[in-house]
């Protein structure tokens, strides 16, 4: 498989309803969460890229563009943006759209950078 069409393959998309058990004392979005749900998604989409295991090495610049009010949906989007020799870097972006009206906005994102590791946790070249 050539490597554009591995990148495009491993997009990975999640939706979620922003409801009360994932807010704050101001009714939007813990910033946690969306993290957690950010890492989630390019762990997946690294995973889904390289079909080894992989670990997460860091997160860089999340950017809270907006906050991400209760009752409205998001739209988690990973695409793998770097490939190194051990490393891969997925950028995640957040996309908010009301529940009951058209047009959405992006509202978070940043990048995180994985480790391809065998079974003793060492690490091992991804392509």
């Keep these: 498989m050539e490597l554009e069409e ?65 009752g409205c949906i998001v739209e988690i989007i990973g695409n793998v943006i770097e490939i190194g020799l051990v490393k891969i870097e997925v950028k995640v972006e957040i996309y908010l759209e009301q529940m009951f009206a058209e047009g959405r906005k992006k509202v978070i994102e940043g990048k995180f950078t994985f480790a391809a590791i065998d079974d003793n946790n060492k690490p091992v070249k991804i392509l």
């Design 6 to 70: 591995r990148i495009v393959k491993s997009e990975t998309r999640q939706f979620k309803v922003i409801i009360p058990g994932v807010l704050n004392a101001h009714n939007t979005l813990f910033g946690g969460i969306a993290m957690q749900w950010m890492d989630e998604v390019a762990y997946i989409t690294a995973t889904r890229f390289t079909r080894q295991k992989v670990v997460t090495v860091s997160s860089d610049k999340i950017n809270f563009r907006h906050a991400v009010p209760y």
